[in-house]
């Protein structure tokens, strides 16, 4: 968090499964839309921080298997395990502060005594987290009771039911919303607490992030019945928080704009994108539109095909270079002209480009270097580059947008190399 000099604008707290990812929405639209919007709007100045009842491993998986971007902060095994920035660094005060009057030895006597529980993976079963399958018929009861015998035997543990199936057993002070707030705390303490914060969730485990104060919250469209129940019974007449008519990630976006939290139009969802216009430069938001345009150019979704070509060879600078990962140097204009060869290329093959980290940094009056990570998928396959681009507004107005005068690759690890006629930008 050392980026911010100051408050973050907002800080998007959300769960992944059925919230931020959407399991029934095979384009994954959704999120990419939500991508589209943080990386254009938000990413510099704002913190995402992902609240995921997966450990780390399957919250790997996930993200090697969606489009999903870096969050600032990671908050995985149900707000047991809290870690910062790219390299997932922990922090190891709450580690600390979640040893108290808990023994992870006694949770595993006491519900080895329950023939209803069916353990989860080992993956699963974290240093403060013990987790188990129970149908939900008997959820209730076997929660009383094994809650009592925890007690007798001087644990001060939470128990969740989430998703109609899953039960997970926590320290007491542990859970996605004490997590929440003990990172609001921390935020706080180093005058850096976000003006705004909204929570996201859809499930039994999301519940506590609505409780934190001063936190807007929004249950998505296909929230869990266990959500919904908790709500009217502990929070109906909270305007803080609301039920989305849209699903997962378009329910995040939908919440931006009803609390009005900031823009809440994501470029994805504009059809004249060719056309789109900003009164001011924004180095981030073009950079997103760029490879949104080449999306829809390697996707056939272009209609006149010399006009949109032009279009983007004409925010290229005639003297620009574009150093491919591989090492090869190639103009600009030569790179947009081989886009010719590929029009369609990837027509109903599932094919999407997003960005992630965009971070732009003004150099001078006029020039802009903005460093960021551009992933392609197609099918199951995704590549990354890490991507340095420089901008300049020299001799345009805003309304044309940059020139692109450089632009500089190198593969991102463990992400196969493309192969040569396949490498555009
Ligand atoms: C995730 C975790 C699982 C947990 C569930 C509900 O699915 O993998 O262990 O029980 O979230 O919190
Ligand atoms: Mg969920």
């Known amino acids: 968090m050392d980026r911010f000099a100051s408050s973050p604008r907002l800080m998007i707290v959300s769960d992944l499964d059925h919230t931020m990812v959407d399991h029934h929405d095979p384009e994954n639209l959704s999120i990419l839309r939500f991508n589209a919007l943080w990386e254009a709007k938000y990413r510099h100045d704002s913190l995402l921080v992902f609240s995921t009842g997966r450990s780390p491993t399957l919250y790997k998986q996930l993200r090697s298997e969606k489009p999903m971007l870096t969050p600032d902060i990671t908050i ?15 922090d190891e005060g709450w580690v600390d502060f979640l040893n108290n009057k808990w023994d992870k030895k006694i949770v595993s006597e006491e519900t080895s005594k329950f023939s209803e529980l069916t353990m989860q993976s080992e993956t ?70 976000p003006k705004n914060t909204l929570a996201c969730g859809d499930s039994g485990n999301d519940a506590e992030l609505f409780t934190i104060p001063d936190v807007h919250g929004v249950m998505v469209k296909n929230a869990q019945e266990e959500l919904l129940q908790w709500h009217a019974e502990n929070a109906k007449n909270n305007p803080k928080i609301i039920h989305a008519t849209e699903r997962c990630a378009a329910g995040i976006i939908e919440a931006i704009g009803h609390f009005k939290l900031g823009p809440n139009v994501s470029s994805r ?7 789109a216009k900003l009164d001011h430069f924004d180095p981030a938001y073009e950079v997103v539109k760029f490879y949104l345009l080449l999306e829809r150019w390697r996707r056939a979704e272009v209609e006149n095909a010399e006009v949109y070509l032009g279009r983007l060879k004409s925010v290229c600078s005639p003297s620009g270079v574009f150093v491919h990962p591989s090492g090869v140097e190639q103009s600009l204009h030569d790179c947009i002209n081989k886009l010719k060869d590929c029009c369609g ?31 392609e998928q197609t099918g199951e396959e995704q590549h990354g580059c890490l991507t340095t681009v420089v901008v300049s507004s020299k001799g345009v107005k805003p309304t044309e947008g940059f020139t692109w005068v450089h632009v500089h690759q190198t593969w991102i690890d463990g992400t196969t190399q493309n192969t040569r006629n396949d490498w555009f930008l």
Do not use: C
């Open 345 to 375: 290329d990837k027509k109903d093959k599932q094919y999407r480009v997003w960005v992630d980290q965009v971070f732009p940094s003004q150099i001078d009056s006029d020039t802009w270097i903005v460093k960021f990570k551009k992933w």
């Open 76 to 90: 995985m095994s149900v707000g047991t395990e809290i870690t910062y920035g790219n390299e997932m660094v922990p």
């Open 124 to 193: 699963e079963q974290r240093q403060h987290k013990a987790s188990f399958y129970v149908e939900k018929e008997k959820a209730q009861e076997v929660m009383k009771t094994l809650s009592e015998r925890l007690v007798q035997r001087g644990l001060d543990v939470k128990i969740i039911y989430s998703g109609g199936v899953d039960l997970d057993i926590l320290p007491k002070g542990a859970g996605k919303g004490q997590a929440l707030a003990y990172l609001l705390t921390k935020l706080k303490a180093s005058g850096k607490l």
């Open 269 to 275: 969802n504009e059809t004249d994108l060719l056309d």
